[in-house]
């Protein structure tokens, strides 16, 4: 059975006719929703608080700007673009006394609904538009022509009409000039964080590191150890991204696809099989979520903790030096979450310049 796909002949622009869009938020998800969707011919208004910097951001792109509880009176769908940790406490003080019934409640990210931080009254619609991909690229996308595909949910449809401007909301986004598929705030929120957690950032992240680690702590050159465990990686990737592991494995040399059959996995085996699906369970639970919940509610000092550890590691530094002379791979700078161009123009593939500036 394949999962059916929606492009934008499944969706009718004219379900969001006529209504205003509250965008809440105008970092790397928000400037992306807000543009496209004024440029899809969409009335927009971007919700922010009244000392946020983000105002003259939206502003000089020639958007409406008011208090987030405002732009929520003035809306008939509200689209939730402060960070996760953020959302609870921007909901409960500035959207949830304001909703009316009848308006679309909508999310990038279904973690707050998924773990209950935020339960909107039966009365709400309550719908999920998650692009895959990030901010700066649903908007560069679709001022090319394309679109980013995306992840589609309705959570609550008390209008009746909440399916049909979701749909809507995707195709004014781009999103369904790629197509979109349709998903559960519980499938999209657990499958999302167990697949950082386990391939995308952590497992790879980890598997990098221990690679790297091993040669270096053998006397081999750093590096060299850089250049194999982490700069290559991106080659790799590349292959199977365009033709899945056969075409990695048809492009790689035959020495390197036995080494693949024969010690890949004994390095991933079983027990980190086991671990995987214990993280898993951890997500299915809620114990994930609590734990991060907790961390933020007391200062994050863990999460900094961790964060400073892993910055200074040798990889970094071995890898800083190198990249410096490699000005065609656009190299950037990262020092206490804030990620710079080493040499000059735009930090291209990191975040935008709108992205996490008032963190
Ligand atoms: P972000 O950190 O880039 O931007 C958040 C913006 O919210 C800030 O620029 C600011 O305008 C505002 N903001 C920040 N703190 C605030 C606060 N305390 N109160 C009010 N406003 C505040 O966030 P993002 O990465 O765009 O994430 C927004 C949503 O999109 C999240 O649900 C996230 O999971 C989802 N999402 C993000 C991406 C991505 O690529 N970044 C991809 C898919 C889904
Ligand atoms: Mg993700």
Redo the contacts with the bound molecule.
């Keep these: 059975m394949t999962a059916r796909m929606y492009y934008d002949h499944d969706a009718d622009p004219a379900a969001l006719a006529g209504q205003t869009v509250a965008i809440?938020?105008?970092?790397?998800?928000?400037h992306a929703h807000a543009l496209n969707l004024h440029e899809s011919g969409v009335r927009v208004i971007v919700g922010?608080?009244p000392g946020?910097?983000?105002r003259p951001l939206a502003a000089e792109a020639g958007l409406p700007v008011a208090d987030?509880a405002d732009a929520v009176r003035a809306a008939e769908v509200i689209m939730?673009?402060?960070?996760?940790t953020?959302?609870k406490?921007?909901y409960d003080a500035e959207i949830g006394p304001h909703l009316r019934p009848g308006q679309l409640l909508m999310?990038?990210?279904g973690?707050n609904i998924r773990f209950g931080r935020i339960d909107p009254p039966a009365t709400i619609d309550v719908g999920m538009v998650?692009?895959?991909?990030?901010?700066h690229l649903?908007r560069s996308v679709y001022q090319a022509g394309g679109g980013v595909p995306a992840l589609f949910a309705v959570h609550n449809d008390a209008s009746g009409t909440g399916r049909a401007r979701v749909l809507a909301y995707a195709r004014a986004l781009g999103c369904t000039r790629a197509g979109v598929l349709e998903t559960t705030f519980a499938e999209e929120t657990e499958t999302d964080l167990f697949g950082e957690q386990s391939v995308l950032c952590g497992g790879t992240a980890a598997l990098v590191k221990m690679a790297f680690e091993t040669l270096v702590e053998a006397g081999y050159q750093p590096e060299l150890a850089y250049f194999e465990t982490l700069h290559e990686l991106k080659l790799i990737v590349d292959l199977m991204y365009r033709g899945g592991l056969n075409f990695m494995r048809f492009s790689v040399s035959d020495t390197a696809e036995y080494g693949d059959y024969v010690s890949g996995p004994r390095i991933i085996d079983d027990h980190v099989r086991a671990t995987m699906r214990q993280v898993l369970r951890e997500i299915q639970d809620g114990s994930f979520a609590q734990r991060w919940i907790e961390e933020n509610e007391t200062g994050r000092a863990e999460f900094e903790r961790l964060r400073a550890r892993d910055r200074d590691h040798q990889i970094e530094r071995v890898g800083a030096a190198l990249r410096a002379q490699m000005a065609f791979l656009d190299p950037v700078v990262v020092t206490a979450g804030q990620a710079q161009a080493a040499a000059s123009g735009a930090a291209r593939g990191a975040?935008p310049a709108?992205?996490?500036?008032?963190?």
Aim: avoid cysteine; hydrophobic fraction near 40%.
């Design positions: 809440i938020g105008y970092g790397s998800q928000g922010l608080a946020s910097k983000s987030v939730i673009l402060v960070p996760d953020a959302q406490a921007v999310f990038a990210h973690f998650a692009p895959k991909g990030p901010g649903v975040r709108t992205g996490g500036a008032e963190r």
